[in-house]
């Protein structure tokens, strides 16, 4: 990271475009780092990105899958929600593991903070292992239609190296729980 880093990118204008309780996006007339005159367009996020990856004492971990209407395909991932940005992470983090899963964990360990698409985002995302785990029942909120497994976390790795997990938040979690767990 370079903290001396200086902002080539002179914002001239904004304009919002849309607006809905969930995200806004902004277009901004704008001074390229060339020199040239251009606009750039921000999706910015109401909530922070938060994924959990449960894991048991026998080494299982549980994922959700659902219909992604933005892809029109289903999707298995890793437990996740949005987190409102005056609340904080763990604390929406043991809410969506409780709601998306019905489990609930003694231990946590956030293991990774990460942007989802820096190119036309400002979205900043929390992903957590969550570990002394007990089980109880799920809390869907209306718009969930979830299926819930429970697999062993090398399988759930090698979906991940096999492209049938394809979620940033799922694959960087996973891929990074894995080199953690073998360590």
């Known amino acids: ?15 919002q475009i849309y607006d809905n309780p969930w995200i806004t996006v902004e277009e ?46 289903y999707s298995w991932e ?9 609340v904080p992470v763990l604390e929406s983090a043991r809410r969506e593991l409780k709601e998306e899963t019905g489990l609930t964990a003694e231990k946590w360990t956030k293991i990774m903070r990460i942007h989802t698409s820096n190119s036309v985002t400002d979205e900043e995302g929390f992903i957590f292992l969550a570990q002394s785990l007990t089980e109880g029942s799920p809390e869907f909120d209306e718009t ?14 090698q979906m991940v190296m096999e492209g049938k997990i394809t979620d940033s938040l799922s694959v960087a979690g996973i891929l990074k729980a894995q080199v953690l767990l073998r360590s």
């Open 144 to 157: 969930e239609d979830l299926k819930i497994i429970k697999l062993p976390f090398e399988e759930v790795y």
């Open 28 to 73: 901004y007339q704008v001074v390229n780092p060339r020199g040239g005159n251009g606009i750039y367009g921000k999706v910015r996020f109401k909530n922070k990105a938060i994924g959990i990856i449960p894991i048991d004492e026998g080494g299982n971990t549980w994922l959700v899958g659902q219909y992604r209407f933005t892809l029109d395909e």
């Open 78 to 86: 890793i437990p996740m929600g949005g987190g409102p940005l005056d």
């Open 1 to 15: 990271m370079d903290k001396n880093a200086i902002n080539p990118w002179k914002k001239l204008s904004l304009k």
